[in-house]
């Protein structure tokens, strides 16, 4: 399209940090799961079960902002602005812009979110006085700071020279038409799928069971000294364990869940992927339902 400038923010050092982590998280989580099975002392599982937890609440994260920096872009039109963030999309009318300037020409200093990494400078900070600044960059240096009316929008464009010049060169062209200002975000998938009943009850099953099982788990440990997790080559039982390794099952349930919940919510956005979206999260019910299965053999 005529008069249309697309910008990309800096990726590597980004791509390498999500890589990293992900790795070494999974990786953790990996290790917590096999010295589980392995452990001798009971206070000994507390470390390995909290390098679970971290990796079952981290990876998700990690992975959606990796793939938010993946999709991300800022085009600037003779009409307006598009940023797009993973799912966060912003579209800014070209007359709704008071100005655009580089972070360090404001008189306030404006501060970066708290929770951030290289790849993912993303959140919302409010100047000392003034309107509150969304940040949708992957980096703190050679920010971009867009002014509109009632909220300011905090970006990072590889190339800011070229992305102002760009800016003033379709502000003197003028705009075409009155495009409408329209806000998405990934709360708005969020409540797409809560109205989708199937979806809704599809998920909470899961999630019910998965619940379920942890506190059966919790419940039934206590109650039995050892456990035995299978038989031999021979029909006989395996050797008994220590009570707490009947933990392993719902971590490992919790683990299924996460994955195919994150996965299922990136397939249900388009129609044609949908069906798949079900089947992961049908999935997640089943695979609740073998380790209920599971924990009622062990423990009768």
Do not use: C
């Not at 501060?111 to 960059?137: C, D, K, N, Q, Y």
């Not at 419940?219 to 039995?224: G, R, V």
């Amino acid at each position: 399209m005529e008069n249309t400038y697309p910008f990309h923010p800096p990726r590597r050092i980004g791509t390498i940090f999500h890589h990293l982590s992900i790795a070494l998280l999974v990786v953790a989580g990996l290790w917590g799961i096999w010295q589980i099975s392995q452990a001798q002392v009971g206070a000994q599982l507390l470390l390995y079960i909290f390098a679970i937890l971290i990796a079952l609440v981290a990876v998700p994260l990690l992975v959606y902002r990796y793939y938010a920096l993946r999709n991300s872009s800022y085009t600037l039109t003779r009409d307006g602005i598009y940023i797009q963030w993973g799912w966060r999309n912003e579209s800014i009318p070209m007359n709704h812009i008071h100005w655009v300037h580089p972070v360090h020409d404001l008189e306030t200093p404006l501060h970066a979110p708290r929770l951030r990494w290289p790849g993912s400078v993303i959140g919302t900070r409010r100047f000392t006085r003034g309107p509150s600044v969304e940040f949708m960059a992957s980096q703190e240096k050679n920010l971009l700071v867009i002014a509109t009316a009632r909220h300011y929008y905090a970006i990072s464009p590889q190339d800011v020279n070229q992305f102002l010049a760009a800016f003033h060169n379709l502000t003197e062209l003028g705009s075409l038409q009155n495009i409408p200002q329209r806000s998405t975000s990934y709360t708005i998938l969020l409540t797409l799928v809560w109205k989708q009943k199937p979806a809704f009850y599809t998920i909470l099953t899961g999630f019910l069971l998965s619940l379920t099982l942890l506190v059966w788990t919790l419940l039934a440990i206590p109650n039995h000294s050892q456990i035995s997790l299978g038989f031999t080559s021979q029909g006989l039982p395996r050797e008994p364990l220590a009570n707490v390794r009947l933990i392993l099952l719902p971590t490992l349930n919790a683990f299924t869940f996460f994955a195919n919940f994150v996965l299922g919510l990136f397939l249900f956005r388009r129609d044609e992927n949908k069906l798949l979206a079900y089947l992961l999260w049908g999935s997640s019910i089943l695979v609740a339902l073998v380790f209920h299965i599971g924990v009622y053999f062990i423990t009768t």
